[in-house]
Antibody
C-alpha cells in the first residue's frame, strides 16, 4: 500500500522559510510526479507545484518564485521550501502523487503549518 | 490560468436523494485532465473520478462523472450518510493546475 507522510515544523516565523518533507513508502518515487498542495483554514485547495523523479519541476506562478521542490530518490523523499512566509501561508500542507495524464491518487494526511511570531 | 467554478456552493439533501454537482471551466479542458475529489473534515482529499467519467479504485458505482469542454458534472445517486462532504473538481491539463472552490453536500 502506498503511503505518504509529511514532516516538518508546525510553526514558522514570518519572513523565514517553511520546510517540509514527504516520505513515500510502498512505492518507488521513480516514474511519478510528486506534488505539494495546501489548504488555508476553511478554504479550498491550492496546488503549489510538482517535481518529477528526474528533478524537473513546475511551480504555481502565484507563489512568485518563493517555492522550491526537490527530490531525493535514494531516500524516497521529496521536499518543499517556501521562503519569506507571511501569516497568509498558514495552511495544511499536503503531499500527493500524480502521474502523466493521471491526477492525485495518493495523498499524505496533511500537516498544519502556522506562520506566527 | 483556468478558473473552475463549482455550483452550487452548498447542496442540502437527504440520504437516498441524488446530488448533482457542477464544475464550469473558464476555458476548455480535455476530459483526460478533469478529476473530482471528496474531502471530509480533518482528512485529505480522496480521488473519486479521473478522466471526467472514470471511477477511481474502490469508488462505489453511485458516483458518476460526465461532461466535456467547459462543463462537467459529478452525480451521486442515492446519497449514503458517508457521502456528506465537500467535493472539488480539478484540472491538470494546463499549468497552473487548479481546483474549483468546492461544493459542500450537507444533510438536510
Amino acid at each position: 500500500q502506498v503511503h505518504l507522510q509529511e514532516s516538518g515544523p508546525g510553526l514558522v516565523k514570518p519572513s523565514e522559510t517553511l520546510s517540509l518533507t514527504c516520505t513515500v513508502s510502498g512505492a518507488s518515487i521513480r516514474g511519478y510526479y510528486w506534488n505539494w498542495i495546501r489548504q488555508a483554514p476553511g478554504k479550498g485547495l491550492e496546488w503549489l507545484g510538482y517535481i518529477y523523479y528526474t528533478g524537473s519541476t513546475n511551480y504555481n506562478p502565484s507563489l512568485k518564485s518563493r517555492v522550491t521542490i526537490s527530490v531525493d530518490t535514494s531516500k524516497n523523499q521529496f521536499s518543499l521550501k517556501l521562503s519569506s512566509v507571511t501569516p497568509a501561508d498558514t495552511a495544511v500542507y499536503y503531499c500527493a502523487r500524480g502521474n502523466y495524464n493521471f491526477p492525485f491518487d495518493y495523498w499524505g494526511q496533511g500537516t498544519l503549518v502556522t506562520v506566527s511570531s | 490560468e483556468i478558473v473552475l467554478t463549482q455550483s452550487p456552493g452548498t447542496l442540502s439533501l437527504s440520504p437516498g436523494e441524488r446530488a448533482t454537482l457542477s464544475c464550469r471551466a473558464s476555458q476548455g479542458v480535455s476530459s483526460t485532465y478533469l478529476a473530482w475529489y471528496q474531502q471530509k473534515p480533518g482528512q485529505a482529499p480522496r480521488l473519486l473520478i479521473f478522466g471526467a467519467s472514470n471511477r477511481a479504485t474502490g469508488i462505489p458505482i453511485r458516483f458518476s462523472g460526465s461532461g466535456s469542454g467547459t462543463d462537467f458534472t459529478l452525480t451521486i445517486n442515492r446519497l449514503e450518510p458517508e457521502d456528506f462532504a465537500v467535493y472539488y473538481c480539478q484540472q491538470f491539463g494546463s499549468s497552473p493546475w487548479t481546483f474549483g472552490q468546492g461544493t459542500k453536500v450537507e444533510i438536510k
